[in-house]
């Protein structure tokens, strides 16, 4: 018989920068307890379902998130507490159906996601299993799909998420080159310390941003990849062969709609267009190990991304994050129109683990590549490196190799990877970029 929850209990917390945020507390009628807490992101794809904001200007600047505590502990535990469900995506369905609006704009996407994050959590403590197991069978998987991800870790901050002129939003590390996961986030964070290590020698800041990449206030966007590839060198590593690159470049932050051009540097421009932009990334790919390029273009720029896609497909993961917001319709529309080959996985964006596992599922029978991904504002909640490994979905984003809420991501996935083994089984490395 299914167990029933019997309690449901939200609070405002704070996440990574200092931003209330939603933590949820569930209890099911055999006494175990799941808590988990809500990420939010700076960097936001319009189609996004709706994050619940109080918007009192004297609380928290308006950030606060009472209503969706208030909703929380009324309505949805009216809902859901004393009733059994047959599995989480009962859980998800049932809370979705009473929101009963497009983008979750009831609720937030902020409230149904913190029950549904809780309840995994709940139930991985019932059955006293390991919490990327029930996102395994969830997903219809087995034991042979599960996979350590290849970590994509953003050692440099430009864009929305430092305030130093750099167009392009995240400069990553991918350390694909190895045998574990342990060997590849030690590579990591040699590069880290050894970029830091460069930076000081340079004069530069070496303070960090939001997701704790050095935020330098650097020429170019190619001097932020010369400077990364030369402590990648420098650390004793091979680039290419055991670590290449990759960008966030979250295009849409930079996009003018009104000239409909890219406010971009380059080549003693200003602004670039669609063209032009593309342009620049086939430079970098011919220089450069670039292996993946994330929010290459606005993310209503669907020509222009049939164009990118044609052009570097092949070649390059092109990853949209903003240009699909974790949600179906538009990874339906992207696979319709041969735009993209990798989706980027942001719980919160579609508010509900079960949808973003169907779009996750949805993504791997056409061939897209899914990224599991953290946002700007995030907690010391785990719960995405049980995602990544669970679905094997091969990669994982959550940040550089500072910062307590994304060192927590990664120091889980090193006890998941050490449990293993202890087990007397094995969670292979995935590489996801040839080595």
Same mark, same amino acid.
């Given at each position: 018989?299914?167990?029933?929850?019997?309690?449901?209990?939200?609070?405002e917390v704070l996440d990574s920068r200092g931003t209330p945020t939603l933590e949820v507390e569930l209890q099911l009628s055999d006494g175990s307890r799941g808590r988990a807490m809500v990420p939010s992101g700076a960097s936001k794809g319009e189609h996004e379902a709706l994050e619940l904001r109080d918007g009192d200007p004297k609380r928290y /600047?308006?950030?606060?998130?009472?209503?969706?505590?208030?909703?929380?502990?009324?309505?949805?535990?009216?809902? /859901?507490? !004393?009733?059994?469900?047959?599995?989480?995506?009962?859980?998800?369905?049932?809370?979705?159906?009473?929101?009963?609006?497009?983008?979750?704009?009831?609720? %937030?996407?902020?409230?149904?996601?913190?029950?549904?994050?809780?309840?995994?959590?709940?139930?991985?403590?019932?059955?006293?299993?390991?919490?990327?197991?029930?996102?395994?069978?969830?997903?219809?998987?087995?034991?042979?799909?599960?996979?350590?991800?290849?970590?994509?870790?953003?050692?440099?901050?430009?864009?929305?998420?430092?305030?130093?002129?750099? @167009?392009?939003?995240?400069?990553?590390?991918?350390?694909?080159?190895?045998?574990?996961?342990?060997?590849?986030?030690?590579?990591?964070?040699?590069?880290?310390?050894?970029?830091?290590?460069?930076?000081?020698?340079?004069?530069?800041?070496?303070?960090?941003?939001?997701? !704790?990449?050095?935020?330098?206030?650097?020429?170019?966007?190619?001097?932020?990849?010369?400077?990364?590839?030369?402590?990648?060198?420098?650390?004793?590593?091979?680039?290419?062969?055991?670590?290449? /690159?990759?960008?966030?470049?979250?295009?849409?932050?930079?996009?003018?709609?009104?000239?409909?051009?890219?406010?971009?540097?380059?080549?003693?421009?200003?602004?670039?267009?669609?063209?032009?932009?593309?342009?620049?990334?086939?430079s970098l790919r011919k220089k450069y190990p670039l292996v993946s390029i994330e929010d290459g273009l606005d993310e209503n720029d669907w020509n222009g991304w049939a164009k990118l896609t044609q052009t570097l497909g092949k070649s390059t993961q092109l990853v949209g994050d903003d240009l699909f917001v974790t949600q179906k319709k538009y990874l339906?529309?992207?696979?319709?129109?041969?735009? %993209?080959?990798?989706?980027?996985?942001?719980?919160?964006?579609? %508010?509900? /683990?079960?949808?973003?596992? @169907?779009?996750?599922?949805?993504?791997?029978?056409? %061939?897209?590549?899914?990224?599991?991904?953290?946002?700007? !504002?995030?907690?010391?909640?785990?719960?995405?490196?049980?995602?990544?490994?669970?679905?094997?979905?091969?990669?994982?984003?959550?940040?550089?190799?500072?910062?307590?809420?994304?060192?927590?991501?990664?120091?889980?996935?090193?006890?998941?990877?050490?449990?293993?083994?202890?087990?007397?089984?094995?969670?292979?490395?995935?590489?996801?970029?040839?080595?």
């Amino acid at each position: 018989m299914a167990l029933s929850i019997s309690s449901l209990f939200g609070r405002e917390v704070l996440d990574s920068r200092g931003t209330p945020t939603l933590e949820v507390e569930l209890q099911l009628s055999d006494g175990s307890r799941g808590r988990a807490m809500v990420p939010s992101g700076a960097s936001k794809g319009e189609h996004e379902a709706l994050e619940l904001r109080d918007g009192d200007p004297k609380r928290y /600047l308006g950030k606060g998130v009472l209503k969706a505590v208030r909703n929380i502990q009324d309505e949805v535990a009216r809902i /859901l507490v !004393g009733k059994s469900f047959a599995d989480l995506k009962a859980v998800d369905h049932c809370l979705i159906q009473a929101d009963g609006t497009d983008q979750k704009k009831k609720f %937030g996407a902020n409230t149904i996601l913190g029950v549904s994050l809780a309840y995994a959590h709940a139930l991985s403590a019932s059955q006293k299993r390991e919490l990327y197991w029930i996102f395994n069978e969830m997903m219809g998987l087995s034991s042979k799909d599960l996979s350590m991800p290849t970590p994509l870790m953003n050692i440099l901050n430009g864009g929305v998420h430092a305030n130093n002129g750099l @167009e392009i939003q995240e400069f990553m590390i991918v350390p694909h080159g190895f045998e574990s996961f342990s060997e590849a986030l030690r590579a990591g964070t040699e590069v880290f310390h050894h970029l830091k290590n460069r930076l000081h020698d340079l004069h530069y800041s070496t303070a960090v941003g939001d997701e !704790g990449g050095f935020a330098p206030n650097l020429e170019s966007n190619e001097q932020a990849i010369e400077l990364i590839c030369e402590a990648i060198t420098k650390a004793g590593y091979h680039l290419g062969k055991q670590i290449s /690159l990759a960008l966030d470049v979250a295009s849409s932050s930079f996009f003018n709609k009104e000239k409909v051009l890219y406010d971009f540097r380059w080549k003693g421009a200003s602004s670039v267009n669609s063209q032009e932009l593309i342009e620049f990334y086939e430079s970098l790919r011919k220089k450069y190990p670039l292996v993946s390029i994330e929010d290459g273009l606005d993310e209503n720029d669907w020509n222009g991304w049939a164009k990118l896609t044609q052009t570097l497909g092949k070649s390059t993961q092109l990853v949209g994050d903003d240009l699909f917001v974790t949600q179906k319709k538009y990874l339906e529309k992207g696979i319709r129109e041969k735009v %993209g080959n990798a989706i980027l996985i942001k719980v919160n964006q579609v %508010g509900s /683990l079960s949808e973003t596992m @169907e779009t996750m599922l949805l993504g791997k029978k056409h %061939g897209y590549r899914s990224i599991v991904s953290h946002r700007s !504002g995030e907690t010391e909640d785990i719960t995405i490196a049980h995602l990544a490994v669970g679905s094997g979905c091969g990669q994982i984003k959550t940040g550089s190799l500072s910062r307590g809420e994304r060192t927590a991501k990664y120091n889980e996935l090193l006890r998941i990877e050490e449990g293993a083994l202890r087990r007397g089984t094995c969670i292979p490395f995935f590489r996801a970029f040839t080595a």
